[in-house]
């Protein structure tokens, strides 16, 4: 397929495990966020990547939230001794430009983490 | 500091009214741009248009128009003759340089159920 994907779409974990969260962006896309949204929440920014550098991680909520994106391409979201408060929806966004406003973000269709 | 504000959270019509959302954003930059995204009960955000702060112009696609108003800092959208597939959580996003990343700032979302 042509759009963002993300997998796992469906995740459990119990509480101080860790969890990769893993984003496919659409071929070529220069640019890629990570947002979290928590239940009935618009999505909060998390990280930004330009290819393989992480330009902007200031969203990153702890030092348990890890992400990297090493080729340019795909990225995964990593979250180390996961905590209940972070039961939410982890949704990952290209664009195909570097990072500019012209551009709109195309989003996948987010993994659902529940944290027991 | 940056906000989106969508007042409304929840609003109910009848399949073929006209309904409009709210979205009222604060911002320092003269330099921005404005977002309206569909997420329907899938998940996946549906990119629906993007304005840039130095055109205020209307536009109209289809059912939808919008509405950029700069003095009163909102831009609505409107669904006219709305249709049971319109039934999703919509929501504004603002983007502006400020952080250098032109990262989403989302409101909290309006949910729209359309009964027929």
């Known amino acids: 397929g042509a759009g963002v994907s993300q997998s796992p779409r469906y995740k459990v974990a119990k509480r101080g495990q860790d969890v990769a969260l893993r984003c496919d962006p659409i071929s070529g896309h220069v640019s890629l966020f990570w947002y979290q949204q928590a239940l009935g929440q618009g999505p909060e920014f998390l990280t930004y990547?330009?290819?393989?550098?992480?330009?902007?991680k200031s969203g990153l909520p702890s030092d348990r939230f890890f992400a990297e994106r090493p080729e340019g391409s795909v990225s995964t979201l990593k979250i180390q001794r996961t905590q209940q408060e972070d039961s939410a929806v982890y949704l990952c966004?290209?664009?195909?430009?570097?990072?500019?406003?012209?551009?709109?973000?195309?989003f996948g269709p987010g993994t659902r983490l529940t944290v027991l | 500091a940056q906000k989106v504000t969508q007042a409304q959270t929840e609003i109910s019509v009848v399949e073929k009214e006209d309904v409009t959302l709210d979205c009222v954003y604060e911002?320092?930059?003269?330099?921005?741009?404005l977002f309206w995204y569909k997420q329907p009960p899938s998940g996946e955000l549906v990119f629906l248009i993007r304005?840039?702060?130095?055109?205020?112009q209307n536009e109209i696609s289809g059912r939808y128009s919008w509405n950029f108003q700069k003095s009163t800092s909102s831009f609505n959208f409107t669904i006219t003759a709305s249709q049971v597939v319109d039934s999703a959580v919509y929501f504004c996003a603002l983007s502006e340089g400020t952080s250098g990343t032109y990262k989403y700032i989302f409101g909290t979302g309006t949910r729209l159920k359309v009964l027929a």
């Open positions: 966004a290209s664009s195909l430009m570097e990072t500019s406003g012209l551009n709109e973000q195309f």
């Open positions: 911002t320092r930059d003269t330099t921005y741009y």
């Open positions: 304005r840039n702060s130095f055109d205020e």
């Open positions: 990547f330009q290819n393989e550098a992480q330009l902007d």
